[in-house]
């Protein structure tokens, strides 16, 4: 597959990120974080859009709709009902939620990165009824999270120092240990938003290298998917089957707004996301 099998779903935003599937809902949600935008397409709604006071880091589905990580703040977005907020201090010395994923318990796993993007300030934590255990520190920006398809491995991809680490979890305990680091300065760009397919492959957004890598389960490299932008900040798979592999970009220059949201089949398909529950 070329960036020419590419197909653009939509575009005109300035740091689209966080494509995630809804498995129960079959929608697809992406976020605007600069401008604060979270996009939902399919359903009874079509293409929908709800507006934030701040940059958002990452929409997570949810048992019944999706969580949005603000830039301090929790907020659980319902299909229907009362809009519930969550104050936080985990976004403390200049910080604020970045990337994230769900546990098969329900909980969230949230990075938090530095304003600045190169103090070692952020961390990931796991939440559970409002409260946050920190898993891993010393990250400039703690950004993509996902699973292996057993659940027993996770990823966590440190962009500044351009690592991607992998961790046994726990989800009864909601604990990791035993993290590996694996250097990815080899490859262009830096590591941002990442998923996994069914095979255990990770396929990481290279930011400001304009491609994907997918990465097997020993570390190696078997695979360089281009993308026609520079900034790649994520993907996830999507569609019914799973079977379609989403990219989102950025914009190229200030103001330009030519960030995206792209679609293809990569020939491989991708595991159904666990669901943030907020009684876990």
């Known amino acids: 597959m070329t960036a020419g099998d590419l197909e653009v779903v939509s575009t005109g935003f300035s740091l689209a990120e966080s494509p995630r599937w809804h498995p129960t809902l079959g929608v697809l949600s992406w976020i605007d974080i600069t401008t604060g935008a979270f996009w939902r397409q ?9 507006s934030f006071d701040a940059p958002l880091g990452a929409a997570l589905p949810a048992v019944d709709g999706w969580l949005i990580a603000t830039g ?15 104050a936080s201090a985990a976004t403390a010395n ?37 409260r946050a255990r920190t898993l891993k520190r010393g990250m400039a920006i ?10 027993a491995g996770l990823y966590l991809a440190d962009t500044t120092a351009r690592v991607l680490w992998r961790a ?3 989800h009864d305990a909601g604990a990791a240990r035993d993290w590996e680091p694996w250097d990815l300065r080899f ?4 590591p941002d938003g ?21 990465i097997r389960p020993d570390g190696s490299v078997d695979r360089i998917l281009p993308v026609p932008a520079a900034f790649v900040s994520s993907c996830c798979f999507g569609g019914r089957d799973l079977d379609r592999l989403y990219i989102t970009t950025a914009e190229s220059a200030p103001q330009r707004r030519d960030g995206a949201l792209l679609v293809g089949e990569v020939g491989v398909r991708g595991c159904s996301p666990p669901l943030w529950d907020p009684r876990a």
């Not at 977005?77 to 907020?85: D, Q, R």
């Open 94 to 130: 200049g910080t604020r939620f970045n990337d994230g994923t769900c546990d098969r318990r329900g909980r969230a796993l949230l990075g938090t990165m530095d304003l600045g993007f190169r103090a070692p300030v952020g961390a990931l934590s796991v939440w559970s009824k409002g």
């Open 72 to 86: 301090s703040r929790l907020v659980h977005l319902p299909v229907s009902g009362a809009v519930t907020t969550y």
């Open 142 to 151: 703690s950004n993509g999270v996902g699973w292996s398809p057993d659940g």
């Open 42 to 50: 399919g359903g009874p709604n079509g293409t929908t859009s709800t």
């Open 187 to 190: 490859l262009p760009g830096k």
């Open 194 to 214: 990442l998923c996994v397919d069914e095979e255990g492959a990770v396929w990481v957004a290279l930011w400001d290298g304009g491609a994907i890598a997918r």
């Open 168 to 170: 046994e979890y726990d």
